[in-house]
């Protein structure tokens, strides 16, 4: 029989019973001694145990993290200083694993910061936390003040005579701030746009000086690599995919949640094992694997591997990590237009085709929804889509393209249902409110949870 892989947990093994973020009871599990291990290491060995890791980002675009980090200069060659950013923006509808990693394992991101500095000789680090996220934010705060006051961070880190202040900077509430080079600018105190690339920002980053950027969970990883060593490291998952990644499960599911799964778990083990099925005893339709930017996998796929080359074999990838589920009452169309309302909303408006090809994009899915395209436009859809396709400064265009493409190429019938019957098949009736909340609900939240100066 084949092994489960669903048990490993090296993220939050310890964080069931034991607060966490608290750094004594961080210490009694271990906690800060792969940061102890890994300064007394020649930063090369460093890099080296994350290449061997062979640990892939776990922010979206799943880049290796240990190739990124040897892009940077050498500190002793660079003129300019070299910093680390954390990505701490986690906007991606259906992706909550970074916040649920701050306020469980804070020190275990802030360990993994430190150690991942130490690796590419950072002067100092950023963290660029979503504006939204303020419980998270004050954690952290929390968090970095006692590993400060430890030596475990700030001036004279473990008493090597290297200092590494930490600032953590909340954002405003923008999607394209977690984009790396709209964070970089939002970082620096301009407006939150893409950068043209190159050069990359481990040339030239924030302040134009040498910059590794990665996801909160990437750094999470990074104390437990150096503890197993990143041989051991990479015999868990599978080959191209190694370790543990903490999945969002959300949607038409029982128990929704975050669960931490090594990678080459299979979908059907996360939605009916560990999730319990699907609510209210209906039928699976489709699934998001990643986020609500990739493309869609229908149910027959859903012996689909959690890995990257399994995802891209069947047609998607597995982006941030968030795995929406929806039931047979979903109309496609509605999904389409609530994630196409989503990018056009979100869009900065630099690029045309994104600017200009999202809000095509929404007037043509009202009009399919409403029952009042023709069949050109149908057709038209799908031109918008490959027009903004690889056509703008940053992938934000695609991350609204590549799924409305998905779902018409995937579900092309209901679409045709929607011409056909001059309207809705689902008579406008929607399981989406517990799918992804429309976009003004997401703006009454936001506004409810942003914290306004006296
Ligand atoms: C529009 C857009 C939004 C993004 N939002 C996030 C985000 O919220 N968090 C994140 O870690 N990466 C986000 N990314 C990916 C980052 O640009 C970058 O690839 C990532 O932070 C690198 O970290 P990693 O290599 O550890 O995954 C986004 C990308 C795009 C195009």
Not at 7 to 15: F, I, N, T
Not at 40 to 50: G, P, S, T, W, Y
Not at 419 to 437: I, K, N, Q, R, Y
């Amino acid at each position: 029989m084949a092994r489960s892989k669903a048990k490993h947990k090296l993220l939050l093994e310890h964080a069931d019973g034991r607060d966490l973020t608290r750094l004594a009871e961080y210490e009694r599990v271990g906690g800060y001694s792969s940061l102890k291990k890994a300064i007394k290491m020649d930063r090369q060995a460093v890099i080296d145990e994350l290449l061997t890791a062979d640990v892939r980002g776990r922010g979206g675009a799943g880049f290796p993290m240990g190739r990124k980090a040897s892009f940077l200069p050498k500190p002793e060659a660079s003129a300019k200083p070299i910093y680390l950013v954390a990505n701490a923006d986690e906007s991606e509808p259906g992706t909550f694993k970074d916040r649920e990693i701050m306020v469980r394992i804070p020190h275990m991101f802030v360990e993994g910061i430190v150690i991942a500095s130490h690796a590419i000789g950072a002067s100092a680090a950023f963290i660029y936390i979503r504006g939204e996220y303020l419980a998270e934010f004050e954690i952290l705060r929390d968090a970095l003040e006692e590993a400060r006051r430890a030596g475990l961070v700030g001036g004279n880190v473990l008493g090597t005579g290297w200092s590494l202040p930490i600032v953590l900077h909340r954002g405003a509430g923008a999607y394209i701030c977690g984009e790396e080079t709209g964070m970089l600018e939002s970082l620096e105190g301009k407006r939150g746009q893409p950068r043209t690339k190159p050069p990359f920002p481990a040339i030239s980053g924030v302040y134009a000086s040498p910059t590794l950027i990665n996801n909160v969970e990437t750094l999470a990883t990074v104390p437990k690599i150096l503890e197993l060593g990143g041989a051991a490291y990479a015999k868990l998952g599978v080959e191209n995919s190694t370790g543990t990644r903490v999945f969002s499960l959300s949607g038409n599911v029982v128990r929704g949640g975050n669960y931490e799964l090594e990678l080459g778990t299979s979908l059907r083990e996360l939605i009916y094992d560990i999730g319990g099925g699907i609510a209210d005893g209906r039928e699976l339709k489709a699934v998001i694997p990643g986020g609500s930017s990739m493309p869609v996998l229908t149910a027959d796929q859903v012996d689909t591997k959690l890995d990257a080359d399994s995802m891209v074999e069947a047609g998607t990838m597995l982006g941030s990590g968030g795995v929406i589920v929806l039931d047979d009452r979903c109309c496609m169309v509605q999904l389409g237009l609530r994630v196409a309302q989503f990018y056009q909303h979100e869009s900065c408006g630099k690029c045309t085709p994104c600017r200009e090809g999202t809000r095509w994009m929404v007037d043509l899915l009202r009009k399919i929804e409403a029952g009042e395209a023709t069949q050109s436009e149908l057709d038209l859809l799908l031109d918008v889509c490959d027009r903004i396709l690889g056509n703008c400064l940053c992938p934000l265009g695609d991350a609204a393209a590549m799924p409305v493409a998905s779902y018409v190429a995937r579900f092309r019938d209901e679409f045709q249902r929607h011409l056909d019957e001059g309207g809705c098949p689902f008579g406008g009736e929607s399981t989406l409110d517990h799918v992804m909340a429309p976009v003004d609900q997401h703006h009454a939240r936001r506004l409810a949870e942003i914290e306004v100066p006296a």
